[in-house]
């Protein structure tokens, strides 16, 4: 199968998973990426059932309005039921690197204001360590070069995303070379760098269930 068969294959166990919800009138979290994408798409055919979605970022926003799905603020949805998103790698304990979209932040608030967070991702995201996928780490704009030097005396090699302004207005820096051996301190230790809003480790908000396409079916994993 190829990378987007596993994709597609994944997206529609957690369509399985989430319909539940849907007919019990939850709000649904939406993630973003390519493995999201697919999730959406899947979900158009439930779009006259669902009571309203909370878009990651605008991009998905944007794909799920195009099918005629509802989309709310999260202000005005309180508690959603389930958040569906994807992950650039993942570790055993569903702790995760995510970000290669730039939409971490927006990510991570949905996550959190989930009760229940579903992973969706193809088996070349399952890994031993979390590190080799660059981490990405979301920062405002002034505070980027003392950002860097700060992560750099991690141990960890920033760089600067070219082109890329998030949702929110800020930066990117992916930090490369930093192989992460205690994912929700090495969460933490960034946060606490002023100037960062946030990145794109999610070991202190981990996913209750992954959902990892290979090529003999959907592995769930909790
Ligand atoms: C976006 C993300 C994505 O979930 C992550 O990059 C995985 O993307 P894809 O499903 O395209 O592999 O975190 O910020």
Redesign the pocket.
């Known amino acids: 199968m190829t990378q987007d068969e596993l ?1 597609k294959a994944v997206a529609a166990a957690a369509i399985e998973m989430v319909k539940p919800a849907i007919f019990d009138g939850e709000i649904i979290g939406i ?6 994408n697919f999730f959406i798409d899947l979900l158009a055919e439930f779009r006259d059932d669902i009571k309203g979605t909370v878009a990651s ?1 605008e991009a998905s926003a944007q794909r799920l309005r195009s099918h005629g799905i509802e989309v709310i603020e999260l202000n005005d949805a309180g508690t959603l039921g389930v958040y569906v ?4 790698e993942s570790n055993s304990h569903l702790e995760l690197i ?7 932040t927006r ?1 991570k608030i949905v996550a959190a204001a989930s009760k229940k967070f579903i992973c969706i ?1 193809d088996e070349s ?1 399952l890994v031993d360590q979390l590190g080799a996928f660059p981490l ?1 780490v979301e920062v405002i704009p002034m505070a980027r070069s003392y950002v860097a030097r700060e992560l750099l005396k991690m141990g960890g090699n920033p760089v600067y995303r070219e082109g890329v302004v998030t949702d929110n207005g800020n930066i990117i820096l992916d930090v490369y070379d930093f192989m992460i051996a205690t994912p929700q301190k090495t969460e933490e230790e960034i946060n606490a760098i002023v100037g960062v809003v946030t990145n ?1 480790l999610f070991a202190l908000r981990p996913a209750d269930v992954l959902l990892l396409g290979t090529s003999n079916g959907v592995r769930e994993i909790t």
């Open positions: 994709k993630g973003t990426g390519s493995t999201a970022s998103d994807g992950a650039d995510k970000g290669g979209g730039a939409a971490l990510e991702a995201k990405p794109g």
